[in-house]
């Protein structure tokens, strides 16, 4: 008898231990489950998740290259702590970049498809929503204005601040209620791009953000007990 069943056409692609064991860390670390600061104890964590000490450490390495883990001398691989001088300089050179691209994005008329789409999918966010949903489609938001620039040397520079962009992301779960606050952010940050309104994209772009580097700087200093420093002067 003949198979009438559909041709897919498709493969399904296996997911090895190591791969596995990357994406729980990656979670557990966008989610802010591992706090800066924290070290990856290589026995500890293999029980943990089950695997042998070998496919740990190589799920531990694809996280080192993403900038997402480090591993320090003397006392193995750890979650990077950014001070507040470390966020205050990478918002510089990210509002520099992020404010050209704006620019020249918003006078070419340009709206890319994946902002729109990284929009939607914030929106459609429940208000118990991990908050690595809410990081991947902020970053896809922002780095797609980067992109749709078509400036290999822009594109570039960010590129070098990626990973410690996504850290500060995972940061900033503490200073959001619900994601549709992050959602009606990104909103308002499109509209004006929609209405080719190059001016007040720039606008919103640096008001969200110098608000961002408000957030992790008053949040870097309540965790350490300490008055929060004017970020202007940090």
Request: proline share 6%.
């Amino acid at each position: 008898m003949a198979d009438n069943g559909p041709d897919l056409d498709v493969r399904i692609a296996p997911v090895s231990t190591v791969e596995a064991a990357a994406n729980a860390l990656r979670e557990l670390t966008l989610d802010g489950k591992l706090e800066p600061g924290t070290r990856l104890r290589e026995q500890e964590f293999a029980e943990r998740l089950g695997i042998a000490r070998h496919s740990f450490r190589a799920a531990t390495q694809i996280l080192i290259g993403e900038g997402l883990l480090k591993r320090e001398p003397h006392r193995g691989v750890e979650v990077p702590v950014l001070s507040a001088e470390d966020v205050v300089d990478i918002f510089k050179l990210r509002t520099a970049l992020e404010l050209e691209a704006v620019r020249l994005v918003g006078d070419a008329g340009i709206v890319p498809a994946e902002a729109q789409q990284a929009v939607t999918e914030l929106s459609a966010l429940a208000e118990d929503a991990p908050w690595r949903d809410v990081v991947w489609p902020d970053q896809r938001f922002h780095r797609a204005i980067i992109d749709a620039t078509g400036s290999p040397r822009l594109i570039r520079a960010y590129s070098g601040l990626q990973s410690e962009i996504t850290l500060c992301l995972a940061q900033l779960r503490p200073a959001y209620d619900a994601p549709a606050e992050v959602a009606a952010e990104h909103e308002e940050l499109l509209a004006p791009l929609l209405a080719a309104d190059t001016d007040r994209a720039e606008l919103l772009f640096r008001k969200h953000l110098d608000e961002a580097v408000t957030n992790l700087v008053g949040l870097h200093h309540r965790q350490a007990n300490d008055p929060p420093a004017d970020p202007a002067r940090a």
